[in-house]
C-alpha cells in the first residue's frame, strides 16, 4: 500500500524484497502459544477505584504530569542505522558533528543510530576509504551483520560509491538519500569559475581545516568540487557507480527560497538564486531534481542548513530530529 509521508508530497515506496525471520511450523493438528502471546491475549487488569473525594483523580494527574508511558515510543527496527554527513564543516562546530544530535534522538527512541565522522573537504574515494574503516567498526560495536544507511548530501555518493565498488552490498539492504547532488550541483560549478586568486584562497583554508579538524583528516577541496559538477556526475561518476540490484535506494529532494513560499537562511539566498535558474527548485545548494535517485520518497521543505537541524532563526521552522525519526519509522513499517 501506498504510505503518505507527512514530511513530502504524496510518494510511492516498493515494498522491501527481503522478509523478517519465519520460525518453524506448528505440527498439524496442534496448537501452541508462546509465553508473549499467552500474555498479549490475557485480560486487561481490572483499573483501581480513582473516585477519591479529596481530590479529582483527573485534577491530580494534570498536576503531577505522569504518564504511563511517559518516554517516546519505541521504533521496533534492529538492524543499526548509520547516518552519514555531507561535505564542509558549518553544521559540525561544537555539535559532534552534522547529525550527531539526530542519531542521539533516534536512540531515545531505541534505534542503534550512529553518526561517524569523516574528513569534510575530500573526493568520494578519499572519503570513503574512511567511511569503510567507520562502518566495520560499526559492525563490530553492534555485533550486526546488516545496516541500514540514511546519507545526507555527499554522504549519499560516498554511501552509493561503498556499495557498488567497495562491496558493502552485501551488508546494506537500503540506502536513504537527503538532498544527495546525485546529477552534480551548478554551485560547485560556480566555486570553480571564480578568478584564480579566490579560488585558491578557500582551497587553501578549506584544506587546512579539512587535515586538522580529525585525527586521521585529508583534503582536497578542487577535486572535491570538480567531482561534484553536473558534467563529471553524468559523465563519470553516475556510470561507474552504478545502483546495485541487491540495495534497495530512497531518496528525498529538499526545497526553499526562490520558487517555493518556503524562507531560506540568508546565507543561502543568492546561491539559491543562482542554482534555481540552472535547475529549479533547491535547498541553497542541491536541486530538488539532482537528488532524485531510486525510489523517490517526496519533497521536504527546507534549506541545506535545516536539514541537519541548523537554524539561523530565519529560516522555515523544521525538525531535523522528528524528519530523521519519521525515515527510520518507515524503515521499521517497511520490514527492515
Known sequence: ?????????????????????????????????SPRQRLLRASPSPMPDDSDPT?????????????PFPQPELIPIRTPVVLMHGFGVGASF???????????HLRSRGVRAVAPNVSPYNTVRARTATWNDRLRRVLDETDADRLLLIAHSMGGLDARYLISALGWHE???????????HRGSSVASLVLDQPELVRDWLADMADWVGTHILEDGSANLRQALTELTPEHMENTFNPEVPNHPDVDYWSYGCRAGKGTAIPIAPIFRYLNRYLYEEEGENDGIVSVESARWGDYQGTVDADHARQVGLSSGLAADFDSN?????????LADDGW
Not at 12 to 26: F, L
Not at 94 to 104: Q, T
Open 1 to 33: 500500500m501506498a504510505r503518505r509521508s507527512s514530511w513530502a508530497v504524496p510518494f510511492r515506496s516498493s515494498p522491501c524484497s527481503r522478509s523478517r525471520p519465519v520460525g518453524p511450523m506448528n505440527p498439524p493438528g496442534s496448537v501452541r502459544v
Open 55 to 67: 481530590i479529582p483523580a483527573s485534577a491530580l494527574r494534570r498536576l503531577t504530569g505522569l504518564e
Open 94 to 104: 561544537r555539535r559532534g558533528g552534522h547529525l550527531h544530535k539526530e542519531a542521539l
Open 171 to 181: 551488508v546494506v539492504d537500503v540506502l536513504v538519500t537527503i538532498a544527495t547532488p
Open 322 to 330: 522528528a524528519f530523521y525519526t519519521s525515515i527510520v519509522q518507515n
